[in-house]
């Protein structure tokens, strides 16, 4: 279906049904009209299922059986990921669809009854006008591993989205609550200890140099780091403390 609007509008002639639905999570509502506006038939009510897509199929074909229409277009909102079901089946059956600006239906609703309330019986007819006037795209939708790279794609921006903001907060906490954890001092806790498997005797009287004698205010955290993991006032990582800093 081509792309530009005027050729859209266009390719909705006399023999066209215009059909709009109105998408939710569990009932979709959906209605029809045709290229003047004109409603025809009732409003119908079909599930988000297998079955209820063969349901409206079935209504709108008897409406072009009894009618006289050639062919269809459906219009629907992209609202999250509960159009996908439909149009994915559409697509299937070879049947003409498209969809609209979500902003575009907030702004027309007032135009029929002066009202911007919402409801799904009027939002289905506001999408078969914006539809009837060429203000719809085409879903592209892939199919096998280009589906699965698109997929991929967008679960890795969400992933790095939520990474950066994580980051984020960990800097705030630490600027606010724990200034000194990134200074030298304090790292400097940490340098010169072995792993498990070194000797614990020669790592039992590691020297602290910064625990003894610091006075600057601003370490004091640091000094309350150090005695946790059990050096004492003359220095010294004592047995206890050291059996702490190996089980880190």
Known sequence: M?????????????????????????KHVARAQDFRGVEVGKPVTFDN???GFEQFTSWFQK?????????????????????????????QQDIACGV??????????????NSPTKNDVKDARVIAQLVKDGRYAVPSLPQGVYAELREATKIRDHLST????????????LDRYFPEFLRGSLLSIHCGFA???????????VHCQFAVGCRDGA???????????????DGLLHPAGAHRMFRL
């Open 100 to 113: 609209v600006n979500p902003l575009h239906v907030k702004r027309t609703k007032e135009l029929d009854d």
């Open 162 to 173: 939520d990474l950066r903001v994580v980051q984020g907060r960990m800097h705030n906490w």
């Open 63 to 91: 409406l072009m059986a009894e009618q006289g229409y050639e062919d269809v277009i459906v219009g629907m909102e992209p609202t999250g990921h509960y159009w996908l079901n439909l149009v994915h089946y559409l697509k």
């Open 195 to 205: 792993d498990d498997g070194t000797d614990k005797s020669a790592a039992d009287r």
């Open 49 to 51: 299922t297998l079955s």
């Open 219 to 233: 370490d004091s955290f640091v000094i309350r780091h150090a005695q946790a993991f059990g050096y004492g006032h």
């Open 2 to 26: 081509n792309s530009t609007q005027n050729e859209r509008i266009t390719q909705i002639t006399s023999t066209t049904l215009i059909v709009g639905v109105d998408i939710a999570k569990s």
